[in-house]
């Protein structure tokens, strides 16, 4: 299953789509000078690159094999991700009201960051090994019973925007696989009405951002803060920005956590609107290439597990800009290769590498002239 790249799999690789990462990877540093200058920690940007310098390894590692193999262990990848979910309730570090990160001295690991990419590998296996043309409600009870399980242990700690993005992984590799439309509007209807029930599982700080989001001037020197700051910072920025470094709200320390939650607010601010369209216009044509990739897979997982990762990228970069200009409520979601921390950008950069994979190994499902399988 390990197999060293060959000339069918360069011929095959997608170099616009690593050279899209690349390009955000550089603009990530960039604006992590900036943003830790900003918030008075100048060593934030040497920390960034070396998780980048290990992401990098860590998306070239994923070329090295197979990406098949993930599927025949995908269980195994699974009970690992739950049994460290549950070490993170027990002997967790608490940072911030949560208790969500597990010290390994030099880092902090974060699993539930982890588990976005282990359920999108979890949920495309199930898939590929349960392959319809289209599926029924009672069709979907396992891959919602194995999403469940991370969902709870995530919750608890609480961090309730990861908890939900689990479930919006699963809707969005059960799009793909084809539901059928009476099951959809079973489900919809079903979320609908669970809101009221979730609206009482709800922490009160929980229920305060939800509040916040639809009225923030209703406390603006408290849950409002943020995004008031922020809505500040990127209309400030008009149309080319106040210059590098030069950004008034995130160097006077009116806006915070601008290295992590609110980066793109400290891009948008010292690049204006021309900059924020182009950092986006990067985002966009990364993930029109994943899904190319998903399309052009010969096999089904292939297809899966493109689509999921790049579906992965995208509700990431979604949410969190969408967070950050006050289309929704803050709920920590972090920029995919922008924003600070080591467990996202080796989960981004490990979901890279397996979109790359795939689109070099589209080869081993095609065959020559004579019928034979090339592998």
């Known amino acids: 299953m390990f197999t060293k790249p060959d000339k069918r799999f360069w011929k095959n690789f997608d170099w616009l789509f690593a050279m899209a990462i690349l390009l955000l990877l550089a603009a990530g540093f960039i604006n992590m000078y900036s943003a830790s200058h900003a918030a008075g920690h100048a060593s934030f ?60 001295g030099f880092m902090n690991l974060q699993p539930s960051e ?50 939900v993005f689990l479930v919006i992984i699963l809707g969005s590799i059960v799009y793909v696989a084809h539901l059928r439309w009476t099951a959809f509007l079973t489900v919809v209807g079903l979320v609908m009405s669970m809101l009221p029930l979730a609206w009482k599982l709800m922490h009160d700080y929980q229920k305060k951002r939800v509040l916040t989001f639809l009225n923030p001037e209703s406390d603006p020197q408290g849950s409002g803060y943020h995004v008031i700051q922020s809505k500040i910072a990127i209309g400030s920025g008009q149309l080319f920005g106040k210059g590098y470094m030069h950004g008034t709200q995130a160097h006077l320390k009116f806006l915070p956590e601008v290295h992590t939650d609110f980066a793109f607010s400290i891009w948008c601010e010292e690049w204006g609107f021309a900059g924020a369209a182009l950092l986006l216009l990067i985002f966009c044509f990364m993930l029109a290439r994943g899904i190319r990739i998903a399309a052009n897979s010969k096999d089904v997982l292939g297809t899966y597990l493109a689509f999921g990762i790049t579906a992965m990228l995208f509700w990431q970069a979604l949410i969190n800009i969408c967070m950050v200009i006050g289309l929704m409520p803050v709920v920590g979601i972090p920029l995919p290769f922008i924003s600070y921390g080591g467990s996202s950008v080796i989960t981004s950069m490990a979901g890279a590498g397996i979109i790359l994979n795939i689109s070099g190994r589209r080869f081993m499902f095609q065959k020559d002239r004579k019928g034979n399988k090339l592998a």
């Open 114 to 163: 982890f588990a976005k990419l282990t359920m999108t590998i979890v949920i495309a296996s199930w898939f590929s090994y349960n392959y319809k043309p289209t599926y029924g409600l009672f069709d979907l009870w396992q891959p919602v019973g194995l999403t469940l399980v991370p969902v709870a242990l995530i919750y608890l700690e609480p961090d309730l925007g990861t908890a």
């Open 45 to 104: 940007q040497w920390k960034q690159l070396a998780w980048y310098g290990l992401g990098i390894m860590v998306m070239a590692a994923m070329l090295f094999f197979d990406y098949r193999i993930l599927a025949l262990w995908h269980i195994h990848i699974y009970v690992i991700l739950v049994l460290l979910l549950v070490a993170v309730l027990f002997v967790g570090k608490s940072a911030g009201g949560a208790q969500r990160w597990l010290p390994l």
